[in-house]
């Protein structure tokens, strides 16, 4: 027989004293979420220059952390986290993978020492609710007896095929969940998916255009398609269930800023909220992609304004607008707002538009 569990249980603490866990995510710009290794003095240095100019910083313990500095990453993070003041921008980390020798010691180590400053822990390689329950009640012991207040949020990288077919469950696992990003790299080794590159496009998967009866040997344009659509487009929908957020993840070849960006765009159009950046070059492109442009904020507005109660329809430059119209138009308007928030450029921008 299946387990049961009252539904007033679900935001209950998990363990003595440990804080509420939240009914609500809430909405915080996250255009790009910046990875740094700890570990690396050099590039530790550089982040109280960064705090401000990046909507999230992340403190990475797992991959591309050599296992010898395993410890010095989680003891930089530790003193990096304590010294800055992070201001509007976001504090996360990613922790090792479940079945590693270091994630508990991760645990352990950052909750109690820098907990009341780590906003989400992403979790990698996760496979199913099992995991997150799992990181869920640890994280309720550990901020029960550091005597948190507020509790560290979730958030899973869906890397295993498994992980992908259990993804409505992954979302729905706990109320910690913040959202879910997309793990290229180790997703296309575990499906056997003949790429070798760290998201992006492949000029092999394509479609061909048909050939021309007449001339069958005649040039026939192709197309390439997007390798990750159908599991950006599921990760999509599973997080607005569940009222959480999606993120397009790394985007390996630093160097082609322009693919980078057409990748990063498609993520945003299908309803991501963010991406990863692995270089400073890619932050400038998340926060200029995932951030609507004056024109669209200018359209949002005026759909806004001439729906009036936001019932029947308005016919505005030939296009018919109605309350689907305006319910795309709110979201637009909404993530605005937000970003003006945080970003004096941005607001100066939305603020300067004049609706006719």
């Known amino acids: 027989m299946p387990s049961t569990k009252s539904a007033k249980d679900f935001f209950r603490p998990l363990a003595v004293g440990a804080p509420t866990p939240p009914t609500e995510i809430p909405a915080r710009p996250s255009r790009a979420i910046h990875f740094f290794d700890p570990s690396n003095e ?42 800055t003041d992070f201001g509007p921008t976001q504090l ?17 180590r950052l909750v109690p020492a820098i907990g009341h400053k780590l906003d989400v822990i992403m979790v990698p390689k996760v496979q199913g609710a099992e995991d997150i329950h799992y990181v869920d009640r640890l994280l309720a012991q550990l901020e029960a007896k550091a005597g948190l207040e507020k509790p560290i949020l979730v958030h899973a990288i869906l890397e295993t095929a498994r992980g992908v077919a259990n993804v409505e469950e992954i979302c729905g696992a706990s109320p910690r969940m913040q959202g879910l990003s997309l793990g290229p790299a180790d997703l296309a080794a575990d499906r056997r998916m003949k790429t070798t590159r760290v998201g992006g496009g492949h000029p092999g998967y394509l479609v061909r255009q048909d050939p021309v009866h007449e001339q069958p040997d005649a040039h026939r344009a192709i197309f390439q398609q997007d390798l990750w659509h159908y599991t950006i487009a599921r990760m999509v929908d599973a997080c607005a269930t569940h009222g959480i957020y999606p993120y397009y993840g790394p985007f390996g070849d630093i160097a082609d800023v322009v693919a980078c960006e057409d990748q990063f765009r498609n993520a945003f159009l299908l309803g991501c909220v963010g991406t990863w ?41 030939g296009k018919m607008e109605d309350d689907a119209s305006l319910k795309q138009c709110l979201v637009m308007v909404e993530l605005a707002e937000q970003l003006a928030a945080i970003d004096p450029e941005l607001k100066k921008q939305y603020d300067a ?3 006719d």
Do not use: C, Y
């Open 277 to 317: 950046s692995l270089h400073p070059k890619q932050i400038a492109i998340a926060n200029k992609v995932f951030s609507p442009s004056v024109e669209d904020i200018k359209h949002a507005r005026r759909v806004v304004a001439a729906m009036g109660d936001g019932t029947g329809a308005v016919m505005l430059d």
């Open 92 to 108: 996360w980390t990613r922790i090792n993978s479940l079945d590693s020798p270091w994630v508990l010691d991760d645990l352990t």
């Open 353 to 355: 538009i004049e609706v």
């Open 42 to 83: 050099k590039m530790a240095a550089k982040i109280p220059q960064m705090v401000g100019t990046v909507d999230v910083l992340l403190g990475n313990l797992e991959d591309a952390v050599k296992a010898d500095n395993k410890e010095a990453a989680r003891e930089g993070l530790v003193k990096i986290a304590s010294e």
